[in-house]
């Protein structure tokens, strides 16, 4: 390869903005989890997902030809600021600790988020198209962000069991558990208009619990139980 080969604009092509909007997203997350803005670092969570769900997509659509493999990189790491810094930021920001065992443990857990989202993006990258399967192996690391988002929006977010659900899911996502591709496109869409609800300035909710959050969570939740007990 030649240095005139570098060029840029020789490897990124529309599919990688999108993935670099998911990147944004996650970023913007980060922001407003700092900036103790909890419920819009849900929501550009939430935003990133449909990013990244929709990055592939446009790549197969507009015949995406990448034999360097600069597309799966980039949409890799986007996604570990998406669903591995952000959420990690996001639980340790919204979790009020003063100094002492609790916060170490809400630290490490935080790490833990990271840390497993790294290992579980790179092995992604190592297995892609070595194996005769073509499902997830481990839980998909968007599917924490998701979790945590929808856990604090629904209205019923604890710190105790945040952080035990987050440990839970995150040791998963490393897991060699089989997790089939999500193609159910009535619930993908239902999904989409969920988050779109959420997004909205109005608040739909029963006995103070945010409906279309906890939908949201209920569709991950089972998700992520259902292929755990088919193993």
Known sequence: MEIEETNMKNFIAISDIISLLNMASGFLSVIFSINQEFRIAAIFMMIAIMFDSSDGWVARKTNRQDELGFGKNIDSLSDIVSFGVAPATFLYCCINTTPGIFQIIVILVSLLIVACGVLRLTRYNVIAGKIKTQDFIGFPIPGISLIIASYYLSGLFHPYIALILATIVSLIMISNIRYPKFDNIPLIAISCVLIILLMLPIKIA????????????????YYLIINLIKK
């Open 206 to 221: 029963l006995f103070s619990i945010n409906i279309p959050a906890m939908l949201l969570l209920l569709f991950c939740l």
